[in-house]
T-cell receptor
Framework: EPEVTQTPSHQVTQMGQEVILRCVPI?????FYWYRQILGQKVEFLVS????????KSEIFDDQFSVERPDGSNFTLKIRSTKLEDSAMYFC????????????FGDGTRLSIL | AQSVTQLGSHVSVSEGALVLLRCNYS??????LFWYVQYPNQGLQLLLK??????LVKGINGFEAEFKKSETSFHLTKPSAHMSDAAEYFC?????????????FGAGTRLAVHP
C-alpha cells in the first residue's frame, strides 16, 4: 500500500538554525498538510497546501515557517530560525481530496532544538 | 468551530475484554469524524471514518465506531482486546468551516492491554 514517507526520522538542530523537514506524499494525492505534536500534547494543524499554494494555515504557522513543493514528489517544511519551543514531532499528511477524504500520515520527524 | 473531546487519557483493559474509547464532538454542521491509531515511534494510521453514510462504521483490526447524533458521540469499540492493540488512539473531526479538511484532534487516549 502506498505510504507517506518523511525524512529524517530525527533531526537535532541548534537554536537559531534553519531546518528543512522533507516529505514524499502519496503519488496521486492532491492535498498536503503539516501537523505537529509537542510531547504530551495534542496533534496540531500547521498548514495545508493545494494547487501549489497554501490553502490554510494556523496561528502557529508564522513567518518563520514556509512550505514548498519543489518538484512533483517532495513537500517540505522549513523553519527559518528555530526556537526551543519548536521541538516536537512533525507529521506530514496527504489526501486525494478534501472534506471527507481521509488524510494519510507519515511516521513523523522528531525535531529537537538545543 | 468543530472540536472533539476524548474522555479518559488512559484506559486499561485485560486481554479479551471489551475496548471502549470515548469521543464526543462539537460541530455546527454534520461532522466528518475519524479515528486514528498511533503505535510507538510510528505515525498516525487511519482506523475508520464516518462521512454521513452508515452510522455504524467498521474499521481495521476489528474496531468499529457508532455515530450518535443525539449524544454527539463517536465512541470506538472492539469486542475483544488483543495485546497488539496497545497504542494511542486519536479521535478527529474534519474542519468543514475551513473547507480544506483540516483535522482537529482530540487529546488522545492511551490504551494498555494486560494479560
Amino acid at each position: 500500500e502506498p505510504e507517506v514517507t518523511q525524512t529524517p526520522s530525527h533531526q537535532v538542530t541548534q537554536m537559531g538554525q534553519e531546518v528543512i523537514l522533507r516529505c514524499v506524499p502519496i503519488s496521486n494525492h492532491l492535498y498536503f498538510y503539516w501537523y505537529r505534536q509537542i510531547l504530551g500534547q495534542k496533534v496540531e494543524f500547521l498548514v495545508s497546501f493545494y494547487n501549489n499554494e497554501i490553502s490554510e494555515k494556523s496561528e502557529i504557522f508564522d513567518d518563520q515557517f514556509s512550505v514548498e513543493r519543489p518538484d512533483g514528489s517532495n513537500f517540505t517544511l522549513k523553519i527559518r530560525s528555530t526556537k526551543l519551543e519548536d521541538s516536537a514531532m512533525y507529521f506530514c499528511a496527504s489526501s486525494v481530496g478534501n472534506l471527507y477524504q481521509p488524510q494519510h500520515f507519515g511516521d513523523g520527524t522528531r525535531l529537537s532544538i538545543l | 468551530a468543530q472540536s472533539v473531546t476524548q474522555l479518559g487519557s488512559h484506559v486499561s483493559v485485560s486481554e479479551g475484554a471489551l475496548v471502549l474509547l470515548r469521543c464526543n464532538y462539537s460541530s455546527s454542521v454534520p461532522p466528518y469524524l475519524f479515528w486514528y491509531v498511533q503505535y510507538p515511534n510510528q505515525g498516525l494510521q487511519l482506523l475508520l471514518k464516518y462521512t454521513s453514510a452508515a452510522t455504524l462504521v467498521k474499521g481495521i483490526n476489528g474496531f468499529e465506531a457508532e455515530f450518535k447524533k443525539s449524544e454527539t458521540s463517536f465512541h470506538l469499540t472492539k469486542p475483544s482486546a488483543h495485546m497488539s492493540d496497545a497504542a494511542e488512539y486519536f479521535c478527529a473531526v474534519s474542519d468543514r468551516d475551513g473547507g480544506y479538511n483540516k483535522l482537529i484532534f482530540g487529546a488522545g487516549t492511551r490504551l494498555a492491554v494486560h494479560p
